[in-house]
């Protein structure tokens, strides 16, 4: 097989509209699943040969992933101005860091950022799931708020594990990042020094930030999402006959949920 022939085939599994592409992008999907749960599981537990071998499968899976990635793009230098390629680059040394008897297991949970930037999935979950069109928001405001939890936790174990005896395992971090995050302070964990006071601010100020989009979003009066063939608008009110930005009759597709 030619380079050529291999880089369609591998185009028509990322981005290609065929049953095969779909299935593919959902095994992708459901991998990095996997692996978010995995990084959560493992951040718990002590470091075993077991986990080593696992971390290195995993880092493999997602090198092999990127490398395909990369191998079928139309413009590589713009790839390696994305955030994504860099966040997949963290998590392939993060996850083969056992070869070279390194840690640096928080920058792990970076992989997370992977289920926020592929639009082509996200675009088929609208059309295959009405429970995604009818809750994207809601599902985007827990995702945004889980991954800086798990992020922020992580930053917070990693930097205090050697200097804080009130932090000894991730369930003592996450419990200070939670009630950091929440302004609760309940005062039986701090972070001491101008790093942990800088870490605590963070976390206070983006993760209140992020609750309250997620209150937001919970709250307000249901949307659905339907482009205005004149002026582009996404979201309307899911009875709207009238775009309300210019007044085109909008004929949005009923699902015959009421």
């Known amino acids: 097989m030619t380079w050529a022939n291999l880089q369609r085939k591998l185009r028509q599994l990322y981005e290609g509209s065929t049953p095969q592409g779909v299935r593919f992008r959902y095994v992708l999907l459901a991998f990095d699943v996997v692996t978010i749960l995995f990084i959560i599981a493992t951040s718990f537990l002590p470091s075993t040969q077991v986990t080593d071998i696992i971390d290195v499968a995993f880092g493999t899976l997602i090198l092999a992933d990127f490398a395909a990635r990369l191998f079928i793009s139309r413009n590589r230098m713009r790839e390696m101005t994305r955030i994504s390629t860099w966040t997949d680059i963290v998590a392939i040394i993060s996850f083969l860091a056992p070869l070279a008897g390194e840690g640096g297991g928080f920058l792990r949970i970076l992989r997370t950022l992977r289920l926020l930037r592929d639009y082509q999935m996200l675009t088929r979950l609208r059309s295959d799931f009405s429970f995604f069109r009818r809750n994207e ?122």
């Open 137 to 258: 928001e809601v599902i985007f405001a827990v995702t945004n708020l889980a991954v800086f939890i798990f992020i922020m936790t992580a930053i917070v174990y990693e930097t205090q594990k050697f200097r804080n005896p009130q932090i000894v395992n991730y369930a003592d971090a996450l419990y200070f990042t939670v009630t950091a995050l929440t302004t609760t302070g309940f005062g039986d964990i701090t972070l001491p020094g101008t790093i942990g006071r800088l870490i605590s601010v963070i976390i206070m100020i983006f993760g209140v930030t992020l609750f309250f989009n997620l209150a937001r979003a919970l709250i307000a009066p249901n949307k659905v999402r339907f482009p205005c063939p004149t002026c582009g608008l996404q979201r309307h009110d899911v009875d709207a006959v009238h775009c309300k930005a210019c007044g085109t009759i909008l004929n949005i597709p009923d699902e015959g949920i009421r």
